[in-house]
Structures are given as C-alpha cells and as structure tokens.
C-alpha cells in the first residue's frame, strides 16, 4: 500500500544538502534518509540515489517543450521525490510503503509580489491515477488584488490498450479544476481541486518562485468515494 499526503513544508519535512559531498539528509518527522549522491546528469533528475529500500531523486519540473521538443525546464523551483520501496518507515508510515513529493526553489519574497494585477501562467501537470495515467497542459490565473488563485488541468487516464500495431485510440484528456487562495503573510498558496469525471475532489499546496512571482509550483492529492486515488503536480510560468 502507498501513502498519498499533503504536508507543507517545515523544519520537521524537507531536506538539507551538503554541496560537498553532495549528500542528502530527506527528513519526514520520524521518518529520516541520508542519501549520497549516485549519480549528476545534464537532464533531470539532476541528482538520484538508489539503496536496497529507499530512492531519492531531484529535479527540475518540465514547463513546455520546444519546437523541436526539448522539454523546458522551470528555472527557479524543483522538486524532491523521495520513496521508501519496502516500507521500513518507521513512525509516520509504519509498515507501509511511502512516497513523498518535496517542492523546493526561490520562493518569491511577498513584498516582490503586485497588489493590484492578475497574472497569467501557462504550464504543464504530471500526475498519477488508477493504473497511471498522466498530466498535460495546465493555465493558471492569481488574482494579486483579491489574493485568489484558480486554473485548470487535464488527467490523461491510462491506455487501455486495443488491437493492432497502434494499441487502440489514445485516451481522452478529462478536465481538472482548481481554486484558492494566496496567504499574504506567507505567500504560500492553499485550495481545492476536482476531477469532474470521477467525483474525486482534494486540496493543493504551493508557493510563487522567482523574481516577481514569475513561476508558481503546487502540488496535490484528490480521492473519490471508491477510494481512487489521484496526485501531482501543477508548474507554470508567467
């Protein structure tokens, strides 16, 4: 069994690194890895770390792609998956396996934000449902003056597969919607999401990076009645 959680960030959840030695120390409240480095790519993950129970990987987040399909990374935020593949977590996940999903990056500072306009970022969702499945393009508009966030996403649910060398018809994109709001003591942004098509609805947590809040990263968890489970993240720039 996995654990799906939707935890801000703190001195009891995060990581630290040690540029040195390229060491990792990945905490969860009781729950800690130090990871060394195993391998530095030119493409993401950038950093990654692999034992007999856990992994550990870092990267930046695919905004859009290129004309010739280069995938563009976000510049001022990445993220952090962290997985215990056997379930030795000790207090937090018990016997059960975990993965966690840590956002990191150059959270933009609140008196570097607007107070009075309304921003436009486009960008992509990755995101896991039953069976897999994926993300695509996502829109995203904060509201600077009401301090109010929404946009929308689509979930590409698994291929079911078919006949012939093509594997049947691609999966229909389902839309996905969001709303919340922006702490202006914090910056930290807060809200629900839903997946009309399976009444599976959840909350968000993110932040603005960079200089003027020119990228905005969240991630999410939603469940339906039934118990499918659905999660992610949402990255745009402005």
């Not at 120390?25 to 195993?38: L, P």
């Not at 935020?77 to 059960?96: E, H, Q």
């Not at 904060?142 to 999966?171: E, M």
């Not at 959840?202 to 499918?228: N, Q, R, W």
């Amino acid at each position: 069994m996995t654990d799906v959680r939707l935890d801000p960030e703190g001195t009891a959840i995060g990581f630290d690194f040690t540029a040195s030695s390229r060491t990792y120390v990945a905490r969860y409240n009781s729950d800690t890895i130090t990871a060394v480095t195993q391998g530095v790519a030119t493409e993401p993950p950038y950093d990654k770390f692999s034992g007999p129970n856990s992994s550990f990987s870092r990267s930046p987040f695919a905004l859009a792609a290129s004309a010739t399909g280069v995938l563009i990374g976000s510049t001022y935020f990445g993220y952090v998956d962290w997985s215990d593949n056997n379930g030795t977590g000790a207090g937090d996940f018990g016997t059960r396996s975990a993965t966690r999903r840590l956002l990191f990056g150059a959270r933009t500072v609140m008196s570097d934000l607007p107070t009075s306009s309304v921003a436009a970022f486009m960008g992509q969702s990755t995101m896991t449902g039953p069976g897999g499945g994926s993300g695509g393009t996502a829109s995203i508009t904060v509201d600077y003056a009401a301090r109010t966030i929404a946009g929308a996403t689509v979930f590409s649910p698994a291929s079911t597969g078919g006949t012939g060398s093509s594997g049947g018809p691609a999966p229909t994109p389902e839309p996905i919607t969001f709303s919340g709001t922006l702490d202006p003591s914090t910056g930290r942004l807060t809200g629900v999401i839903t997946h009309t098509a399976s009444g599976a609805t959840g909350k968000f947590e993110g932040a603005l990076y960079g200089p003027h809040g020119v990228e905005i990263a969240m991630v999410f968890t939603m469940s339906a009645v039934d118990g499918t489970r659905y999660s992610g993240l949402i990255g745009g720039r402005n």
